[in-house]
């Protein structure tokens, strides 16, 4: 299994549950896999992560949530 590379100084992330669509991160931050092989996300301060499964270019959302009947309205309590 490979070297984890996480970055222990990162900065500030903001995490947002989109309503019938993706997650949002904003800010600095680092994803990989779970074999510990980082995407390149190099330069990026905002990316939408795939929460209805049937995105093509996973784990990004590709807009498909849109046509798919995706549903999942969350509220922080
Ligand atoms: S949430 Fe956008 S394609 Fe899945």
């Known amino acids: 299994m490979p070297q984890r590379r996480i ?3 990162i900065m500030a992330t903001k995490v947002i549950i989109k309503n019938n669509g993706p997650i949002r991160l904003e800010g600095e ?6 074999n510990g092989n980082q ?3 190099e ?4 990316i939408s ?6 995105s093509s270019k996973s ?3 590709d807009g498909t949530h849109k046509s798919c009947g995706f549903s ?3 509220e922080a309590a």
Not at 43 to 46: D, E, F, I, V
């Open 7 to 9: 970055n222990t100084s």
């Open 39 to 41: 995407f390149n996300t």
């Open 72 to 74: 999942s309205t969350v």
């Open 29 to 34: 931050f680092e994803l990989f896999d779970e």
């Open 43 to 46: 330069g990026k301060t905002a």
């Open 49 to 54: 992560l795939c929460r209805c499964g049937q």
């Open 59 to 61: 784990p990004f959302c």
